[in-house]
């Protein structure tokens, strides 16, 4: 995967990192306002280091007092002075003895919500030590309160813009965490590119989104270029110039093939070809409403009622482009497995120089495999984050194991088109 790559994800999943910034942020600020500040106040405790000698000479006895200082850390975590504390202090403040490291000093720290309580704390507790230096060495006490403790006017705990911050930064963090582990989830196809890596085919078309469905797409700019280079690759000479008939179909309903077929059959129109529409979805018929046509009689007709397939052909609107509806109640998708069937695409193709057959979907049902080998070829919509890989899989097999001949997938409401568009309106 490219940079690139890495950014459209984050692009996609942008609603999961949004949702979970406030969540993080909602947490820490309900946090903040509930949890009171707390404040630390510190006093500092100095051992006297026991020396020998005399006047001329006086050597200091560093590891004694080294030791000395540990006891005094000892004695002052151990319950029986903490218990002793808690008779004036109730309920008893975090308490934090730490050596200061190569000197005789070390501090004694009371942190609590109430800075006086605090500093009332830290300061007993250093009385409560030098009373039990004086039980224990008696008159001459080998420790001392070097600087008491002050009443604090700042809280010791976090500043809540800090705290604020850092779960800002959490909370994108875990957004992006969760932003890959959805998209690791999800087996949906996002990009043309993964389309032509999971189907193993080329790609023929990349058709931009549009607002609505079922419209006729050519004359936007950006749309007409894009319906005019699928039709350079559908009707390419140097490969597909023997093919007249092509099966557009799509995994599931929605995937916009419809409406690919009913623009693909004008831009083929406009550039000198005889072009038929054939609405071979007997289930959801829609070309007779994309081209505003009558559907009274139609493809249904011709393969039933044996009704002559000339007087079910329609002229459309555009140059070049007629259209065989579906025809009227009751359809019958069993029908389009005969051999009329394949009658009806042979003539049709003897008579017009490209026949655009529109299907149901392949993967729920079977009307796309009965008549791909009735074709010359299969054209595949994929529709851009809608399809998943596991269906797309499936579709394949169903047409290959009737030998359909799928020359490649159209990419359908993709991205294309979208950073012209914000050039041309800045």
Not at 17 to 42: H, K, M
Not at 289 to 308: C, H, Q, R, S, Y
Not at 331 to 343: G, I, R
């Amino acid at each position: 995967m490219q940079l690139v790559d890495y950014l459209n994800i984050l692009n996609r999943r942008k609603g999961i990192i949004f949702v979970t910034l406030i969540i993080a942020l909602s947490i820490i600020a309900i946090g903040i306002t509930q949890i009171p500040p707390e404040y630390t106040a510190t006093a500092t405790m100095r051992i006297l280091t026991a020396r020998a000698g005399g006047v001329d000479y006086v050597e200091y006895d560093i590891e004694y007092a080294k030791r000395l200082i540990g006891t005094y850390v000892e004695i002052a975590n151990s319950d029986l002075v903490l218990e002793q504390l808690a008779k004036d202090v109730s309920p008893l403040p975090t308490i934090d003895v730490t050596v200061i490291e190569d000197t005789e000093l070390f501090t004694i720290s009371a942190t609590d919500t109430d800075p006086e309580v605090a500093k009332f704390a830290a300061n007993k507790l250093a009385e409560i030590l030098i009373l039990q230096s004086r039980e224990i060495y008696g008159s001459e006490t080998n420790i001392l309160l070097l600087e008491p403790a002050k009443q604090p006017t700042e809280p010791s705990s976090a500043s809540p813009v800090v705290v604020l911050a850092l779960g800002l930064v959490l909370g994108f963090v875990v957004g992006i965490t969760l932003a890959f582990i959805f998209e690791n989830l999800d087996t949906r196809i996002y990009t043309p590119n993964e389309m032509r890596l999971a189907a193993k085919l080329p790609l023929i078309g990349d058709i931009g989104n549009s607002s609505s469905d079922h419209d006729i797409l050519i004359n936007d700019h950006i749309m007409g270029e894009a319906f005019r280079r699928l039709r350079t690759n559908v009707f390419a000479p140097s490969q597909h110039q023997e093919y007249r008939s092509f099966l557009i179909t799509s995994p599931v309903p929605d995937d916009g093939r419809s409406t690919i077929t009913a623009n693909l059959a004008i831009i083929t129109g406009q550039s000198g070809r005889r072009v038929i529409v054939v609405d071979a979805d007997l289930r959801n018929p829609m070309q007779h409403k994309i081209f505003k046509v009558d559907n009274e009689v139609g493809l249904n007709d011709v393969l039933i009622a044996g009704t002559p397939v000339e007087d079910a052909i329609q002229s459309t609107a555009y140059q070049n482009v007629d259209i065989l509806p579906s025809g009227a109640a009751p359809l019958n998708p069993e029908a389009l497995d005969s051999a009329e069937m394949k009658s009806v695409i042979s003539h049709l193709s003897n008579k017009y120089d490209a026949v655009l057959i529109d299907a149901h979907s392949s993967f729920s049902v079977t009307d796309p495999a009965v008549i791909a080998p009735k074709v010359d070829s299969v054209l595949l919509v994929l529709r851009y984050g809608w399809d998943r890989k596991e269906v797309l899989q499936a579709t394949l097999n169903h047409l290959e194991l009737v030998n359909a001949n799928i020359v490649g997938i159209i990419a359908n409401r993709t991205q294309l088109g979208v950073n012209y568009r914000l050039r041309r309106c800045a």
